[in-house]
């Protein structure tokens, strides 16, 4: 028996030993580990999808900025008033490339869809407000209805992004919160035009950091820094 | 003593003043900072104007402090942007954020600050010029030639790593030439054009902008020469396919021509005009309604506007010898959802338009004259009908089916107006049409008009019946109301002799005697009926008997035994034609014994049966 054991154990050693060094060596994780290159095309379809709406919001909201101040605001400082004004400035996010080539890709892309979620709730307010607004501006009311839709769609698109990439991500739900509603309903209507202001400085602000931020993660995984 | 001292302080302030104005020497002006520009967002640069220089040399400084912090710093470079500029290195850029910055301009007389500045680094992106824009002929062999232009990105713009994303537009024109071609390139540094002029000497240039931003300056024009022997094989292609073409439209042209009319009558078949005897389509154009009228028989027709409330569907109730009752499926209504009953009383129902006095009464001679077949069963019928019925087809079609009971296929004459609406269908009938052929007309058709319309809208809700009934009862009322000074127009034409098989007659009271009998004058033929069956008078109180007939065709009615049906009658005179109608309708009815008190709604006066009763009955 001895000698029928032992060459068994034996091999089994020795192939656990070889599994050791072999995982060992395995490369960094793949941008697919669900392997396969049928999985890589789509992952840069995703984020040719992603960056094609990150763009596209970012219009969108910088049309709707220019149209409230040339129609409510222009020329009156309520610049001044944006300091400091934005929700989602508690967040990390890079302020220059250098800061964000230091960014694990993980921690964008995490950081990218806490800023998507925070958006959720102003944007849906932003549309309920502006549409209950007696005289409510097409063009402005519109651009919100297309903003909130599309940034629905770049978040679910994230999301699958983030299951592709980084499977093993926790469903992390932390968000900066806003609560600006009341102060868009306010009597006082330069407090009301100012919140109004604020909000939609703030959403040309973090539209453009996303724009931004999905086509530097996209050269950076796609590409391999070699857009 | 205060007057000196007060006086003393001024004139030495104007001294003081004078002495500086004679050197020329202010403090500064407000200098202002005008544009602030990055062109990679990595860095950026402030340009200030100054103000007024006072005669002195003015030192200016500008500051500044971010959004989120408290501590004001002062520009870092004054120099690499030129004079009156502050450049912002790498480490003092970020993105994203709010700079307030003010210049301050100093001399030894004071100093002045220029307003805030709020600018944020995101919204002032705009790079410069692509560089090295080179342009060349290409000429494979067994392609065509295209001219070739490649460029390459500005200096300093990270675009490997993304941060930073250029979008080109290149344009191109003869030297001579004042327009530009403009295209744009997006994200490719290269660029083919393919429909050049040979021989010419032509500009190019090339500009580039960030994703979001603003335009670089074009960049300098690289000059090219296009080779004379610059073959545009597009030419040969295109002058033949205008050869072929030209031949083919000629053959068309010829073919054509030979059997031109032919042709046309084949793809464009001559539209039927109406085909209403004595209908005259000049008179209409001219607006003369009278004539128009007169010359098919009508007159002083109200036009009434709505034409879908003629979605009814009529019962009809026939004379005829066999004095059966079909029932009948009317399939151009199946909203209606109703199975109108077929009855074949004398006279009281409207036989839709056939019967109608006044425009087609010479058309509607062959169903005239068998009216037993005519009212067969509908399903029988319906061929018929187009035949007999055509002129009424091409007519109602021509109302542009706004009265959909009317066309269809003849159906419309052989469509069974319910019990209660035949006095109205065909007065309806009559006003539609003859509307269609008039137009707006004078006063006294807008009360028929009116009475028309809410009749029509009436029918319309035929959905429910006793609210159908109700109101239609009602309409009734207030059509013949109305109608009743309207009465010339509505022309005798059959004054059949009493008890002819001809249905569809309306009666006009012509007076009410003392002891509460009906005189009546038919309006078409008489009704002449057999004595009516006296009912079970629930609210009845519209049935009368006929007591006799005067001369003149008029009817000589006695009311029933019951008391109310006196009163009835005489309340209103004008419930009449429809009573009797229903009376002579109800006759007919005598297989039925029990006529269930529901089929019978009474409203206003007069009692209607419900047809769908009957149809119960039957089965």
Redesign the interface.
């Known amino acids: 028996m001895n000698i029928k054991g032992s060459p068994w154990k034996g091999f089994l050693l020795l192939l656990l030993v070889s599994n050791l060094l072999l995982c060992q060596n395995v490369a960094p994780l793949p941008v697919c580990p669900g392997g396969a290159a049928r999985c890589q095309v789509t992952l840069r379809d995703l984020f040719d999808r992603a960056v094609v709406l990150s763009?596209y919001i970012?219009?969108l909201s910088?049309e709707m900025f220019s149209e409230f101040d040339k129609r409510y605001t222009h020329g009156r400082g309520f610049?001044?008033r944006?300091?400091?004004s934005c929700h989602t400035?508690s967040l990390p996010?890079p302020?220059?490339?250098?800061q964000?080539?230091q960014i694990n890709q993980k921690d964008f892309l995490s950081l990218i869809v806490s800023i998507l979620r925070s958006w959720n709730e102003p944007l849906y307010h932003l549309v309920t407000e502006v549409r209950g607004m007696q005289e409510a501006p097409e063009a402005i009311l519109s651009k919100a209805v297309e903003i909130e839709e599309q940034t629905k769609r770049l978040l679910e698109g994230m999301e699958l992004i983030v299951s592709q990439v980084h499977p093993e991500t926790k469903e992390n739900e932390i968000y900066p919160v806003w609560s600006g509603l009341p102060s868009l309903q306010m009597a006082d209507e330069e407090s009301r035009l100012s919140a109004y202001y604020n909000l939609l400085h703030c959403l040309r602000?973090d539209s453009?950091?996303i724009?931004?931020y999905l086509?530097?993660?996209?050269?950076?995984i796609i590409?391999n820094?070699?857009? | 003593m205060k007057e000196n001292v007060l006086s003393a302080t001024v004139f030495t302030l104007l001294l003081f003043l004078n002495t500086c104005l004679l050197n020329g020497q202010l403090p500064p002006g407000k200098p202002e900072i005008f544009k602030c520009r990055s062109p990679n967002k990595e860095t950026f640069t402030c340009w200030w104007r100054p103000g007024t220089d006072g005669g002195l040399p003015t030192n200016y400084s500008l500051t500044y402090h971010r959004e989120g912090e408290t501590l004001m710093h002062e520009c870092p470079d004054y120099i690499t942007g030129g004079p009156n500029s502050c450049h912002f290195g790498k480490q003092y850029t970020s993105m994203w954020r709010t700079y307030i910055m003010m210049v301050n301009a100093t001399n030894q007389m004071g100093s002045s600050f220029s307003d805030e500045l709020y600018v944020d680094v995101t919204y002032i992106v705009q790079p410069d010029p692509p560089l090295e824009l080179t342009v060349e002929v290409k000429q494979p062999e067994d392609r065509k030639p295209y001219l070739w232009m490649k460029w390459s990105p500005p200096t300093l713009i990270d675009l490997k790593t993304g941060w930073f994303t250029l979008l080109y537009e290149i344009r191109l024109k003869p030297e001579k030439a004042a327009e530009w071609e403009t295209h744009f390139a997006g994200q490719q540094t290269e660029f083919k054009i393919l429909s050049l002029h040979p021989g010419q000497k032509y500009l190019v240039q090339v500009r580039c902008k960030p994703d979001h931003g603003y335009w670089s300056a074009w960049s300098p024009a690289t000059f090219i020469q296009i080779p004379s022997d610059f073959i545009m094989n597009d030419t040969t292609v295109w002058i033949s396919v205008a050869v072929l073409s030209a031949v083919i439209c000629l053959i068309i042209v010829w073919a054509v021509a030979l059997k031109g009319y032919s042709m046309v009558t084949c793809i464009f078949p001559p539209v039927p005009g109406p085909k209403i005897k004595g209908f005259d389509a000049h008179l209409l154009e001219k607006g003369k309604s009278e004539e128009l009228l007169s010359a098919l028989g009508c007159q002083d027709f109200p036009p009434t506007s709505d034409y879908e409330d003629l979605l009814v569907e009529y019962l009809e109730v026939d004379d005829s010898e066999d004095q059966h009752l079909m029932s009948v499926h009317s399939k151009e209504h199946p909203s209606q959802g109703m199975k109108p009953t077929y009855l074949d009383p004398d006279t009281d129902s409207g036989r839709g338009s056939c019967d109608s006095p006044s425009l087609l009464s010479e058309k509607c001679e062959e169903p005239q004259a068998n009216p037993s077949t005519f009212y067969d069963p509908e399903v029988i019928e319906k061929p018929e009908n187009p035949e007999t019925s055509h002129t009424w087809d091409s007519q109602c079609i021509s109302m542009e089916g706004k009265i959909p009971y009317f066309h269809a296929g003849g159906s419309k004459c052989s469509t069974w107006p319910l019990i209660q609406h035949n006095p109205r269908s065909s007065y309806h009938s009559i006003t539609d049409v003859c509307e269609v052929a008039v137009g707006p007309a004078d006063a006294p058709a807008t009360l028929l008009d009116e009475a028309g319309k809410d009749a029509l809208k009436s029918s319309q809700t035929i959905k429910s019946r006793e609210e159908g009934k109700a109101t239609q009862q009602r309409e009734v009322e207030s059509f013949h109301s109305k109608t009743d000074q309207d009465t010339p127009w509505l022309l005798p034409q059959e004054k059949t002799p009493f008890g002819s098989a001809k249905p569809l007659d309306y009666v006009e009271i012509h007076k009410v005697n003392k002891d509460g009998a009906l005189s009546l004058l038919p309006k078409q033929r008489e009704n002449s009926r057999q004595p009516e069956k006296p009912r079970a008078p629930e609210n009845s109180k519209e049935y009368a008997k006929v007591s006799g007939v005067m001369d003149n065709n008029i009817l000589v009615l006695v009311p029933d035994l019951h008391a109310k049906n006196v009163a009835c009658f005489e309340e209103s005179a004008k419930e009449a034609p429809p009573s009797l109608e229903q009376n002579q309708a109800e006759k007919d009815l005598a297989n039925f014994t029990a006529t269930p008190s529901k089929c019978r709604i009474q409203l206003g006066g007069l009692d209607y049966l419900d047809p769908a009763c009957f149809t119960h009955s039957f089965h």
């Open positions: 763009h970012h219009n910088s610049i001044t944006t300091i400091n400035s996010t302020e220059d490339k250098e964000a080539q602000r453009h950091k724009d931004n086509k530097l993660l996209k050269c950076r590409h820094n070699n857009c």
